[in-house]
């Protein structure tokens, strides 16, 4: 008799002992919340009556080095799924160049964050069980926080895995866990460019290769535009901003420094006269009830931003020294009382023109769930080459990196529900993912 089935009964058997005592942990932890219905105690937080301070802050020091530890732990599970998951695609007989493709995907929707963040934390992963043992060690004691790894780690990340390891052994000599995480990654830092200085101007160069500019969603209605740059243009563009600022409160300008900084700022990257003259399409939803009515205070939405308060929305609408474009959306009610965009103020092979602009207000950012990416792809759900028509509900918007990962073996997905155009994504694992677009105002 084969030993295999015997072997696999005994894995499977071990796996639900670990699941099983995870769950026990997730119970406890929740078991210290309050009930929601029951108000705020105010003897004590803790379902458990009174507890002396003492022991709070002895709890927060356990439940901070035990959410550590389960990062190590995590850490280990996710380079073993990778190392399974292309051993898998190896055999499935994938192209050399996708082998990898969909890995940290699947880590992504498991984790309830973006795809982007699930690769970060799968290079992360890798680098550290496999290249740093002593700093796993220290994570899986609690003795560093999950964070201070993934800034040592990446302070790492361009040397060879030999170098690599060479200096994690060096690391182990000095004061790690009285460390801040400022301190440790500079520490990792200098032991890394004194193993190899060649690697480390290799990375300077690459890092000013890489230079770019993003904006991402601030609260109360602003933005946070970054610009990556080499530091001596940073330092220059900056005295420039100052040195524009100085000059106009020289000139008795009311503003402060700050707000000429960012108007001044503002012009010139449009070229306009001032920072509010903008003359770039800004798409704002906002019910007609909301445009007309002054009292009406229904807040407006910038897809993929974030919602402005109605007053705000009217105003940039009317403001005389920009340009504005109307374009009518409509929508219907859906079985469950929501509602989609369902048509715009016109069939093809390609997503182009109104069904493009339609699927682009009804979608805001990438469909895939968790990921917030701008829409770069208009894909097919029913592919186009499988009899697929090009319609807005047949139609998804997603980032170019969800395009291709779909496209890998045991990715399926399906519209479920038309009415309120809900996807479900299942992953090779069999796990499944539901997407529906974002409710429009």
Known sequence: MSAAPVIEAAVAAASDAVLGRLEEMLTWSQSLIPDPAGGVDQVGFTKDGLVADATRIDRIATLERLQASLEAAKAVEMVAFAQSQTAEQIGLGVHPRAIGRGIADQIALASHISPAEGTRRLHTARDLVLDLPHTLTLLSRGDLSGWTVRCVTEKLSHLDRTTRTHVDTALTARPLARMSTKEAAACAQRL?????????????????????????????????????????????????????????????????????????????????????????????????????????????????????????????????????????????????????????????????????????WRDWTCRDPYCDAPIRHLDHLHRHHDGGPTTPTNGRGVCERGNYVREMPGWTIRLADPDTHTVITTTPTGHRYTSRPPQPP
């Open 192 to 360: 890394a460019y004194t193993a190899d200085p060649a690697a480390a101007m290799a990375r300077a160069g690459k890092a000013r290769t890489d230079r770019r500019v993003t904006l991402r969603p601030a609260p109360d209605t602003m933005s946070l535009l970054t610009g990556l740059l080499p530091v001596e243009q940073g330092v220059a563009c900056l005295a420039a901003l100052q040195a524009a600022a100085s000059q106009s409160k020289a000139d008795g300008d009311p503003r402060s420094k700050g707000q000429l900084m960012a108007d001044t700022l503002v012009a010139r990257l449009t070229g306009q006269a001032t920072a509010e003259n903008v003359g770039v399409e800004v798409g704002i939803q906002l019910p007609l009830a909301a445009l007309l009515d002054p009292n009406d205070s229904t807040p407006a939405e910038i897809p993929g931003w974030g919602c402005l308060p109605a007053a705000l929305a009217r105003e940039l609408i009317t403001n005389t020294e920009a340009r504005v474009w109307w374009r009518r959306l409509f929508t219907r009610p859906t079985a469950d009382g929501g509602q989609q965009v369902v048509d715009l103020d016109r069939r093809r092979r390609r997503f182009t023109g109104w069904l493009a602009e339609l699927i682009r």
